[in-house]
């Protein structure tokens, strides 16, 4: 855990990695990751867990498969959203976005059941920051 | 849990208070809370969990007693810090600020031990927004 505060543009600055993301401080057994969001991610679900996006930079669409039906939400920079456990989601950003995660340490980034993975997507737990 | 993303601003503005965190969303079983922050809080600790900050406007100052000595860490506007758990602190915010916390359901925003209590400080585990 950092000493020090840490500006999320200084972290979102350190790596270019497209859905990729890093870990930028934990509190208790949970992550605070950003990532950069670029075109689209893949369906996923997570099973046993909820996940927390705000959006620092740009734009970043969430889509939902509900019960009653399909829906995309738009999260724009200040706007917070949290994906309930058991949705199945696929956040995507044609025009590019700066994003902050809190989920589980040890959470993946393509969920519990997903689509295939297609090779612009990082099939991890996040990398620490500097990596 | 709101079915559509929450603009922090807009809910920032939805009160004045300060020092009385409102719930923003959740995350299991933690809170995304908001909070008016202008002039001291109080010394406290939480003896169980790590608090996590995050500066949407304005600068937080939180002063820390660490094994070291007593020091001040200043947040700016998208900078982040953990106080771990078991640390003292005390937030300020001489010109105000707007911050977000992400900490577990039902912690207390005066710790499990604390200084007194002044006037303009609300003890709370956090209202629901719009109350």
Redesign the interface.
Known sequence: ??K??????DALASFDARWSPRV?????D?D?RVAKAEGEHVWHVHED????F?V?DGELHISLREPAGERT????P?????V??GTEHKPSAPKGASI?L???TGTSSVGDRHDEVPAHLDATTGHELGT
Chains 1, 2 share one sequence.
Do not use: C, H, K, Q
Not at 24 to 28: A, F, G, I, L
Not at 49 to 52: A, K, N
Not at 73 to 76: D, I
């Open positions: 855990m950092s020090d505060p840490i500006a999320l543009n930028v401080t934990r509190v208790n949970y605070v867990t909820d996940e927390f705000l620092v939400v738009v999260l724009r200040g706007s917070v959203f949290t309930p456990r902050m809190f989920e589980p």
